[in-house]
């Protein structure tokens, strides 16, 4: 059984009722109705607040003519995803940049609070991650009927030419459904390794193996919240490319 983290304990001690009641509504049981919380839950719980917390103090104090440093922070990745959205042929690209600056910093915030101890990162957990590609997926599919209108959108799944249609439609719907999984697995598994090794070298020794892990943790945290938002933005530019 999975260790039972502190803010986990605090949830299932003071929460359970509430949990149990939510559960209810969607004629779900929890296994051990007595702690309903998972670690992973509890956790997107505390980065969601702390996501909150953070717009809240950068949205306070900006500032045209004198930014602050989160001021600064937020710029950089703004523009950071704009030119990245731009680079994957994404014409007009600043028009997604809400959705992926969301999923980016949800998923950043989410790795990197594994670092902090007592702490895990819910994306080591399946659900977080299929959460956030089940998400993708629908945003991209609803992008491309939003911009091509149904039946254009559609006809991309037949291919370039109809006679080769009746091969093409399998495949493409077989692509397509594919992708969450894909995303899933590719950012659920690497948090995964990555936590288990910084945890291995933590019980070996407690200076400088686990501070180099700990880096290590940090790195591929960003790079995972990279990949998983350039390959949304591929998603989204193929679905709404008029020349596709």
């Known amino acids: 059984m999975h260790h039972e983290l502190w803010l986990t ?4 001690d003071n929460l359970a009722g509430l ?3 939510i559960l209810g509504v969607f004629n779900i049981h ?12 509890t956790m997107e719980i505390l980065v969601f607040f702390i996501i909150v917390v953070l717009i809240a103090v950068v949205k306070g104090g900006l500032s045209i003519d004198k930014p602050g440093k989160m001021q600064h922070l937020f710029e950089v990745v703004y523009e950071f995803l704009g030119g990245t959205s731009e680079e994957v042929g994404l014409h007009h690209g600043q028009k997604y940049i809400p959705f992926f600056g969301t999923l980016f910093i949800f998923i950043l915030v989410a ?12 994306t080591m957990f399946p659900f977080v991650p299929a ?7 629908l945003y991209y599919n609803w992008m491309g009927f939003r911009e091509q209108g149904v039946g254009k959108y ?10 080769l249609a009746p091969l093409m439609v399998p495949i493409e719907l077989v692509s397509h459904l594919a992708r969450p999984m894909s995303l899933t697995i590719r950012l659920y598994a690497n948090m995964f390794a990555g936590e288990q090794v910084t945890l291995a070298f933590l019980g070996l020794t407690y200076l400088v193996a686990p501070a180099l892990f700990m880096g290590l943790h940090v790195f ?3 790079l995972q919240a990279y990949i998983f938002t350039l390959l949304t933005m591929i998603y989204v530019s193929s679905a709404v490319s008029h020349e596709h």
Do not use: D, Q, Y
């Not at 304990?9 to 299932?12: A, E, P, S």
């Not at 929890?30 to 839950?41: F, I, K, M, T, Y």
């Not at 670092?115 to 895990?120: A, D, G, N």
């Not at 959460?131 to 997926?137: K, L, P, R, V, Y």
């Open 30 to 41: 929890a296994s051990n109705p007595a702690r309903p919380w998972e670690n992973w839950l």
């Open 220 to 222: 591929v945290s960003l």
């Open 154 to 163: 559609l006809a991309h799944f037949a291919g370039p030419m109809p006679i």
């Open 19 to 21: 949990a149990n009641s």
């Open 9 to 12: 304990k605090l949830f299932n």
């Open 131 to 137: 959460g956030c590609a089940i998400a993708t997926f």
């Open 111 to 122: 790795n990197l609070i594994g670092v902090v101890p007592t702490f895990e990162s819910p």
